[in-house]
Each structure stands twice: as structure tokens, then as C-alpha cells.
């Protein structure tokens, strides 16, 4: 049995949509207690409930394992806070800024990075706006403003446009990213209203899909990431590598393949962050390495994302490997390198131009 077209946000909607068995309700009901739950119509239609191993189900349905937080997790794993001068702006690199007008997204992560602070129901009044476009303002060293959140997405079109014109109107300002879930999880909200909204005067507006298994692609998913693309504005993705989701060469390989051929290149595979209550979906980094050296073997280069690190503490991002290069020293002392081919062969190089 499937509950109407709506989201489902309470323990008792997932138990009558038959995602969550009513035995595991009251476990349920802690865990929702604690991070919020979201599942839109579009995802608990693709999630296959005589599976107990669902990717999908594994993604969006609360788990009791969320409650039990280990001693290395954090509250802010990335250090967001550490790098916020004002509400809404998160200045970690030099030349770019994340700017957060909304905690809510259209579906919970229950792995994510922010979990501690989604889902609140916070969206930055007028003035807190007001004061992080200021501060874009008045730092000509911003090339950049990624609009995150929780999902800038879930803002009502002409909401979405007032932002994207201010910032586009902002001279030192020259790309405009969107970190979003939207197009795979409500794509009906891809509507040529918002698409319009995204399109910045003048200015490069890019597109980051959050997506974790190639099933998210629907036929409705892919329509909508072609109407943005179709519109001018060049779509990337970010995945966060996840154990029984998609940590796996072959489910993996699915996975950037389908977003190559919908002209989506991949462009990050997190390594999964120390958010409290996730550590049943962390992978070791070293699993994480030889699934990269496995998909370098056996796809295309347009199909490779590069394995990253957010540093806990705020410190930022890092490739983490796979290293293909190594310096040896010969029989007779002299320094070289060594680089290893996608079979696994290792051939010198020599260390001087
Ligand atoms: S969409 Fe992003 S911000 Fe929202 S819950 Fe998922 S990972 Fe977290």
C-alpha cells in the first residue's frame, strides 16, 4: 500500500506507505525525534519495500543505528561554523562562498553532513540576506557563491530569482553554483519557472546533483536535468560514497556512467564525513581508494570523480587518492619515478625533464 502523492514525514506515514514495518515504529519514532524525516512521493515510489538491502530505502528511511553516535563524530563535521561571519555565509576558501538561504530540503539525507542543523524550518529573513549579500559585496576576492543549504531548490521560483539577480548583479561575482537533490527527488519542481529563475544575467550558473545510485535516475529525473541543461546551465554531480548504497565498482561504475550519458560529468565522491550517527554508512578510506583504482580501469575519463576528504575542523576539501605516481630509487641510488598503469603495471619515468 502507497500513501497519496505527498511527502511523508512522520513514522506512522512511512509505516502505512509500507516502507518502515510497524514492529520497528517506536524505534522509528526516536529517530525521527532526533533529525528530521522526509521522503518525497517521487523517492518512496522507487523504493522497492521486499528488500531489506534497498539503496534507495537505505538513503531516506530512519534507521534505530542513527541514534548511536561514536566518540570521533562531530556535531559539524565539516566546520562550517568556524567559517561564518555572518548568518547564511560560509567563507572557507578564498575566492568563493557558500551562502545558505534555507535549512529544509525536499528529502532527508540520513547520512548527511548537516544533520545536526536541516530541517528546521530556518530561512534567512530579509535582513540576514540583506547582510550576507553585503558581505559578497564587499569582498571582491568572491568569484564564486555556491547556493546551499539545506536545498536552495525548495524556494519558491520568484524567491530563487531575487537571490540569483542580486548576486548576479554583484560585478566580482562570476558563477553562480546550486548544490540540490531537487531534479532526482521532486523533479516536478524543475518547472521552466525555476529553470528561469537559475539563469543569471550575464553570468555562469552551474548545477551540482547530489546523487547516489544510478536507479535515482528516472525517466522523470533525467526530463528534468535535460530542461536544465537544455537552458544553458552546465550540470555536475557529487556523490557521497556509502556502505550498502553504492560502495561497490559495479554499482558505482552504473552510477557515473548514467550521469555521463544525461550530460551530468561527475564531479566529487565524498568520502562519507563524521556526521553523528552515520558511522554504519562510513567506508575505511582505503575501501574508497580501490574502488576509484577500479572504476580509472574500467570507464571512460569523462566518467571519473575525484575522491575527496572534507578535512574535519573546516580545513576544506582534499583528493584523497588513489596516488598513481611514486618516487623509487635504483640499484645504483639514482631517483626515479614510478607510475602505475590502469591495469596495475608499474613502468619508470625519469625524474628530469
Ligand atoms: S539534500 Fe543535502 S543538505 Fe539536505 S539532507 Fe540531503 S545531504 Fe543534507
Not at 557515473?256 to 553523528?276: F, Q, S
Given at each position: 500500500?502507497?500513501?497519496?502523492?505527498?511527502?511523508?514525514?512522520?513514522?506512522?506515514?512511512?509505516?502505512?506507505?509500507?516502507?518502515?514495518?510497524?514492529?520497528?515504529?517506536?524505534?522509528?519514532?526516536?529517530?525521527?525525534?532526533?533529525?528530521?524525516?522526509?521522503?518525497?512521493?517521487?523517492?518512496?515510489?522507487?523504493?522497492?519495500?521486499?528488500?531489506?538491502?534497498?539503496?534507495?530505502?537505505?538513503?531516506?528511511?530512519?534507521?534505530?543505528?542513527?541514534?548511536?553516535?561514536?566518540?570521533?563524530?562531530?556535531?559539524?563535521?565539516?566546520?562550517?561554523?568556524?567559517?561564518?561571519?555572518?548568518?547564511?555565509?560560509?567563507?572557507?576558501?578564498?575566492?568563493?562562498?557558500?551562502?545558505?538561504?534555507?535549512?529544509?530540503?525536499?528529502?532527508?539525507?540520513?547520512?548527511?553532513?548537516?544533520?545536526?542543523?536541516?530541517?528546521?524550518?530556518?530561512?534567512?529573513?530579509?535582513?540576514?540576506?540583506?547582510?550576507?549579500?553585503?558581505?559578497?559585496?564587499?569582498?571582491?576576492?568572491?568569484?564564486?557563491?555556491?547556493?546551499?543549504?539545506?536545498?536552495?531548490?525548495?524556494?519558491?521560483?520568484?524567491?530563487?530569482?531575487?537571490?540569483?539577480?542580486?548576486l548576479a548583479a554583484i560585478?566580482?561575482?562570476?558563477?553562480?553554483?546550486?548544490?540540490?537533490?531537487?531534479?532526482?527527488?521532486?523533479?516536478a519542481r524543475v518547472t521552466?519557472?525555476?529553470?528561469?529563475?537559475?539563469?543569471?544575467?550575464?553570468?555562469?550558473?552551474?548545477?551540482?546533483?547530489?546523487?547516489?545510485?544510478?536507479?535515482?535516475?528516472?525517466?522523470?529525473?533525467?526530463?528534468?536535468?535535460?530542461?536544465?541543461?537544455?537552458?544553458?546551465?552546465?550540470?555536475?554531480?557529487?556523490?557521497?560514497?556509502?556502505?550498502?548504497?553504492?560502495?561497490?565498482?559495479?554499482?558505482l561504475a552504473e552510477l557515473?556512467?548514467?550521469?555521463?550519458?544525461?550530460?551530468?560529468?561527475?564531479?566529487?565522491?565524498?568520502?562519507?564525513?563524521?556526521?553523528?550517527?552515520?558511522?554504519?554508512?562510513?567506508?575505511?578510506?582505503?575501501?574508497?581508494?580501490?574502488?576509484?583504482?577500479?572504476?580509472?580501469?574500467?570507464?571512460?575519463?569523462?566518467?571519473?570523480?575525484?575522491?575527496?576528504?572534507?578535512?574535519?575542523?573546516?580545513?576544506?576539501?582534499?583528493?584523497?587518492?588513489?596516488?598513481?605516481?611514486?618516487?623509487?630509487?635504483?640499484?645504483?641510488?639514482?631517483?626515479?619515478?614510478?607510475?602505475?598503469?590502469?591495469?596495475?603495471?608499474?613502468?619508470?619515468?625519469?625524474?628530469?625533464?
Amino acid at each position: 500500500m502507497r500513501a497519496a502523492r505527498r511527502t511523508l514525514r512522520r513514522p506512522s506515514d512511512l509505516v502505512a506507505a509500507g516502507l518502515v514495518p510497524p514492529a520497528r515504529r517506536t524505534a522509528i519514532e526516536a529517530v525521527a525525534a532526533r533529525y528530521a524525516v522526509a521522503v518525497t512521493a517521487d523517492v518512496a515510489e522507487l523504493i522497492d519495500s521486499a528488500d531489506p538491502r534497498d539503496p534507495i530505502a537505505r538513503q531516506f528511511v530512519p534507521d534505530p543505528a542513527e541514534l548511536e553516535t561514536s566518540a570521533q563524530e562531530l556535531p559539524d563535521p565539516i566546520g562550517d561554523d568556524a567559517h561564518s561571519p555572518v548568518a547564511g555565509i560560509v567563507h572557507r576558501y578564498p575566492d568563493r562562498v557558500l551562502l545558505k538561504p534555507v535549512d529544509v530540503c525536499a528529502v532527508y539525507c540520513r547520512f548527511c553532513f548537516r544533520r545536526e542543523t536541516v530541517g528546521q524550518g530556518r530561512a534567512l529573513s530579509r535582513a540576514e540576506l540583506a547582510a550576507a549579500l553585503d558581505y559578497i559585496r564587499t569582498h571582491s576576492e568572491i568569484w564564486e557563491v555556491i547556493l546551499s543549504g539545506g536545498d536552495p531548490l525548495v524556494l519558491a521560483p520568484r524567491r530563487l530569482a531575487e537571490i540569483v539577480a542580486a548576486l548576479a548583479a554583484i560585478e566580482h561575482v562570476k558563477v553562480i553554483r546550486v548544490h540540490t537533490r531537487i531534479p532526482v527527488v521532486e523533479p516536478a519542481r524543475v518547472t521552466g519557472a525555476l529553470v528561469r529563475a537559475l539563469q543569471a544575467r550575464g553570468k555562469a550558473t552551474y548545477l551540482v546533483l547530489h546523487m547516489n545510485h544510478a536507479r535515482e535516475l528516472t525517466a522523470k529525473a533525467r526530463a528534468a536535468c535535460a530542461r536544465l541543461i537544455d537552458a544553458g546551465i552546465p550540470m555536475l554531480s557529487q556523490s557521497v560514497l556509502l556502505r550498502g548504497v553504492n560502495d561497490d565498482a559495479a554499482v558505482l561504475a552504473e552510477l557515473m556512467r548514467a550521469l555521463v550519458e544525461c550530460r551530468i560529468k561527475p564531479y566529487y565522491l565524498h568520502h562519507g564525513d563524521l556526521a553523528p550517527g552515520t558511522a554504519h554508512w562510513r567506508t575505511g578510506i582505503d575501501e574508497g581508494q580501490a574502488l576509484m583504482r577500479a572504476l580509472r580501469g574500467r570507464l571512460s575519463g569523462l566518467c571519473q570523480p575525484t575522491y575527496v576528504l572534507d578535512i574535519p575542523g573546516g580545513h576544506g576539501k582534499s583528493p584523497i587518492g588513489p596516488g598513481y605516481l611514486r618516487h623509487v630509487r635504483g640499484s645504483n641510488g639514482t631517483a626515479r619515478y614510478e607510475i602505475e598503469d590502469f591495469n596495475g603495471r608499474r613502468h619508470g619515468y625519469p625524474p628530469t625533464p
